[in-house]
């Protein structure tokens, strides 16, 4: 879309890029802005509920190593 028409259509062209398309803008045939949607924000860790879930986990007896090792040679042949 030219820049013209953009400027034309901007209310409708923020609509589409709200509803997940991604609109370029071009400049005498070259691309000179995007609209993009916006990116859903991330979720903040709960650190609390991380430890928590952490401290109920059983520790490991065997070192990742060892580990390793025994499944590569377990599954090689």
Do not use: C, W
């Not at 190593?65 to 040679?73: L, S």
């Amino acid at each position: 879309m030219n820049l013209a028409e953009a400027k034309a259509h901007l209310s409708a062209l923020v609509e589409r890029a709200e509803n997940g398309e991604r609109i370029s803008i071009m400049r005498r045939g070259k691309v000179v802005a995007e609209l993009t949607p916006p990116q859903s924000p991330r979720k903040p860790i709960d650190l609390d509920a991380l430890k928590a879930m952490t401290d109920k986990m059983t520790p490991q007896t065997e070192s990742s190593g060892d580990f390793i090792r025994r499944m590569r040679d377990d599954y090689r042949y």
